[in-house]
DNA sequence: TACTAATCTGTAACCCGTTACACATTATTC
DNA sequence: GAATAATGTGTAACGGGTTACAGATTAGTA
């Protein structure tokens, strides 16, 4: 491994130099310079980012804490974060917390002794005060934290009303709803407005909406006993796609057809949507573009830069598709 | 950030002292041990990674290049990786590689100047020249790169030919095959175990196969062309899931049933194949453990230690669903 | 011409750990 | 009791950059 003293030994000129000419900063005469770009690549010197960082206490390194990158919500997230950030020039730390305080814990004391210069945070159970531990930048993806740190996600409450909505619009006289975990800010969000309007039908029954964890299988169980114990049910808002998803494995297996039976609508607008038979209509979220801003918002903060709105929520969009079309 | 001098201030010792207590080595006092320790958790002491990095020439740090995240094969993959380096105490970047030679080119020079210790790379152009000039700990996965770098991969040929005596046993009569993109490894092996089975059978035609490119899209475009211009192929073996996908599309395009009037089977085993209408059959990959094993594997390479078995064969499993029981 | 400002370059301290080496003390052995 | 081995601890060099500071030139100005 080469390294600066190589160099300017080479170039013959001292190790300042050659750093002012690395990184373009102080006075360097013409010749100089070209004597020791000559020799850099000569040399094909990389300056060593280690000894860099150790300097200037930062590492051109991020971290991002994902539930699990296994769940088809959170490619895309991750991939959005990383494509700006490579393009400037941080590279990525992946972390799958699997939503377990202790990992998320683990993860954040990494960081902080690799000097990782900030975070993305997916994450239901971080609360400000830890990370007010490790001070370092730090932006929330897809939920909040807390008011102070900057936050970007989806109107989610918005996005329950338009599914809900969007059901009785196609012709749903009863409709279910399959939400995801309790106390979880998402899954709330979109039951709340999925309540917003139903409860004025006089029809609802708050027995109308079950509990499906955001997992398939789950979701599969009981909206199967849902529509069982409430055969009236003709249309199902999950929480999420891969909620409805088991949704519609429980109407094939109750018989149901689906969209003419049972309409059923997803959230998140993942690719799988568009894989299935019917193709689930679903609450698109603008989850790359979302992902990149949170990752131009910590790049931004790591620069020292105030961000100014620290509430940023993007709309969902509204895909028609087979699974609710009647 | 408290850091070792100010933990050997408290307790009285010198830094030396401090950094044996640490690491366990060196000879320490009962005594000496006990004051530095409740320093160390008086001042909440961690100690700087990056400090360590610079003398120890090592990061504790690896690099997973994928071609993109997004894929639903790689999430998977990247999670074996991932979980098991966090464990042996490793943290994992990130890289999306997009096959392109220019960014890999970029994620290694990055990985080399922050002391990365080593890489599992995912891909089909890089060559073990190029590995060379960087000078780390290699392993290859999913795909093989050159004999020397330790390859954890399927028995793709193996496996087409599986798929394709399945699709006979459960009497397909004309099968076709949508092949992955040429020159590729995965791709042209799961070929070659089609054309192993398929061969031996006087209705072969060599147009019988068309490339696909592992995409959906673009597999439900070759599919439905195949279909019409050979109407008489009752079963399609796909050389991935997704393009299995398209061709379950082609299918419902064409109002052929799948599976009465069209089997299909695909590769890879990825959780896509059980959300479909109907679900598919496939060869499924032991993904996670293939990728752990690739993650002991490079740490034993790590820590200096040979690995004996450089080709490391995974065998596929046969999964019968829906789409091809008849 | 004299003086100030701008340009150029090197020396050395610093970032924060690790460890070779030296020295001191205590334990073991004959 | 002397010699040797084992234990305990500190000093300082080192890893590979960055930058404050000083000193030397050159350019610009009155």
Chains 1, 2 share one sequence.
Request: aromatic share 6%; with cysteine; glycine share 6%.
């Amino acid at each position: 491994m080469t390294t600066i003293k190589d160099v300017a030994h080479h170039a013959e000129v001292s190790v300042a130099t050659v750093s002012r000419v690395i990184n373009r900063n102080g006075y360097v005469n013409e010749d100089t310079r070209k004597k020791v770009e000559a020799a850099v690549d000569l040399l094909n010197y990389k300056p060593n980012s280690v000894a860099r960082s150790l300097f200037k206490k930062q590492s051109k390194t991020i971290g991002i804490i994902v539930p699990d990158i296994t769940n088809p919500y959170f490619p895309e997230l991750v991939r959005g974060v990383e494509d700006y950030l490579i393009q400037k020039g941080f590279t990525t730390i992946l972390c799958n917390s699997d939503e377990d305080p202790e990992k998320e814990r683990l993860y954040l004391d990494v960081m902080k002794q690799k000097y990782v210069d900030g975070a993305i945070i997916v994450s239901n159970t971080i609360e400000r005060d830890l990370i007010a531990e490790y001070d370092m930048p730090v932006v929330a993806l897809d939920r909040s934290i807390h008011q102070d740190i900057p936050t970007f996600a989806i109107d989610n409450r918005s996005g329950g009303r338009k599914a809900a909505e969007h059901l009785l619009e196609v012709g749903c006289t009863r409709i279910g709803h399959i939400k995801g975990p309790d106390k979880v800010e998402n899954s709330d969000n979109r039951y709340l407005g999925y309540i917003d309007v139903i409860k004025q039908q006089d029809w609802f029954l708050s027995s109308y909406v079950v509990e499906g964890n955001f997992d398939q299988k789950e979701a599969a169980k009981v909206t199967k006993e849902l529509l069982q114990s409430h055969p009236e049910i003709d249309g199902i808002f999950a929480g999420n796609d891969v909620m409805a998803l088991g949704a519609l494995k429980a109407a094939e297996s109750l018989n149901l057809n689906v969209p003419e039976d049972l309409a059923i609508i997803g959230f998140d607008g993942i690719d799988l949507t568009e894989m299935t038979k019917p193709e689930l209509s679903t609450l698109s979220q603008p989850i790359y573009q979302m992902s990149r801003e949170a990752a131009e918002a910590l790049t931004a903060l790591i620069e020292g830069k105030m961000v100014k709105e620290k509430e940023n929520v993007f709309p969902s969009t509204l895909i028609k598709r087979q699974s609710t079309k009647r």
